[in-house]
């Protein structure tokens, strides 16, 4: 019995023959970029997936402790702020209500000194200093117990310390100054260098020869 070769109808419900050899070569995904990454595409019914959100949002017990303690810093800083504020403010108004030159007598220099040293006092001792300058007769005004007041005018000083600085200075030292250290620069009109050098007194006999404001 003679075979009859295969029809083209039988070739045409088989599998189409592949090149070279009848193997069909795999099929490549299509290249994006210089890389060859690439991303599947979203059909038109699909629902895109979740974003994704850069920096990440703390969630759970974590973020509930972290932002009471975010608020906390806040006052905090607030509060600090507010103290260093307050402080500078009362410091000004502390050395404008030490100093009062209505006489003259004294240079824009002095007077920054003369406020300047009762900060010092003040922040190291807890002592205030008043000074003032008169055109007619010197007067020494109602003083608390923890300040020390100078007051010149007309060639008189008047010298007040309190209990405090009289220990550490001496009980004479009030006297001193008004009847014997004044007395001299203000009859030659140099009332800025008397004072100094009252200053200079003052400090090497509270706080100490050779200290400084950083000591």
């Not at 203000?186 to 100094?196: I, P, S, T, V, Y």
Request: with cysteine; aromatic share 6%; glycine share 14%.
């Amino acid at each position: 019995m003679s075979t009859s070769p295969p029809s083209a109808g039988g070739a045409a419900r088989g599998s189409a023959p592949g090149p070279a050899g009848g193997i069909e070569s795999p099929r490549t995904p299509p290249t994006g970029g210089s890389g060859g990454d690439y991303r599947p595409q979203r059909g038109p019914g699909q629902s895109p997936g979740p974003e994704l959100q850069w920096p990440p949002r703390p969630s759970g017990r974590g973020a509930s402790l972290l932002r009471p303690f975010l608020v906390v810093c806040i006052f905090v800083l607030a509060a600090a702020l507010y103290s260093a504020h307050f402080t500078d403010v009362m410091d000004r108004l502390r050395s404008e209500r030490a100093v009062s030159d209505a006489a003259g007598l004294l240079s824009p220099e002095d007077v920054k000194l003369a406020a300047d040293f009762g900060k010092i006092l003040h922040r190291r001792l807890g002592l205030e200093l008043r000074l003032a300058t008169f055109a007619g007769e010197v007067k020494a005004p109602d003083l608390d117990p923890r300040t020390i007041f100078i007051g010149l005018g007309g060639g008189v000083a008047v010298v007040v310390l309190p209990v405090l600085a009289e220990r550490a200075l001496g009980p004479e030292a009030a006297n001193y100054l008004e009847k014997e250290h004044f007395p001299p620069y203000l009859a030659e009109g140099r009332a800025g260098e008397g004072l100094r050098r009252a200053l200079k007194l003052l400090w090497d006999g509270l706080i100490g020869p050779g200290e400084t404001n950083e000591s």
